[in-house]
């Protein structure tokens, strides 16, 4: 198959897929308790990747250096550290245990 075709037929079924809500709905409000949920799904999203990404390792799970830097940026975001602040951070604590 043609890389191109492939392009085209993914931005296609993301016009559609995105097209279906409104679509659906018509112009209706959404309930209150289904606004709620939407709300929070990019969060719940964002963690299943990076929890995801500092846990895997080829096709098994393992903890290693990069885990603790991803804990500690955690730490950090949690307590209302700066973005800048829990990159530095995950990065000295990783490159440090990297080097022990």
Same mark, same amino acid.
């Given at each position: 198959?043609n890389i191109?075709?492939?392009?085209i037929?993914?931005?296609v079924?993301?016009?559609?897929?995105?097209?279906a809500?409104?679509?659906a709905?018509? %112009?209706?409000?959404?309930p209150?308790?289904? /606004?709620? =949920?939407?709300? !929070?799904?990019?969060? +719940?999203?964002? @963690? &299943?990747?990076?929890?995801t990404a500092?846990l895997?390792?080829?096709k098994?799970?393992s903890v290693g250096?990069?885990?603790?830097g991803?804990a500690v940026? %955690?730490?950090?975001?949690?307590?209302g550290? /700066?973005? =800048?602040m829990? !990159?530095?951070?995950a +990065?000295?604590? @990783? &490159?440090?245990?990297r080097?022990i």
């Amino acid at each position: 198959m043609n890389i191109w075709l492939l392009i085209i037929l993914v931005a296609v079924l993301t016009a559609a897929i995105k097209a279906a809500g409104p679509v659906a709905l018509g %112009g209706r409000e959404l309930p209150a308790w289904f /606004s709620s =949920i939407v709300t !929070v799904m990019p969060a +719940a999203v964002l @963690t &299943a990747l990076v929890v995801t990404a500092a846990l895997a390792n080829g096709k098994e799970l393992s903890v290693g250096p990069d885990t603790a830097g991803v804990a500690v940026a %955690g730490l950090i975001a949690w307590r209302g550290g /700066s973005v =800048i602040m829990c !990159v530095l951070a995950a +990065a000295i604590v @990783t &490159a440090g245990l990297r080097a022990i």
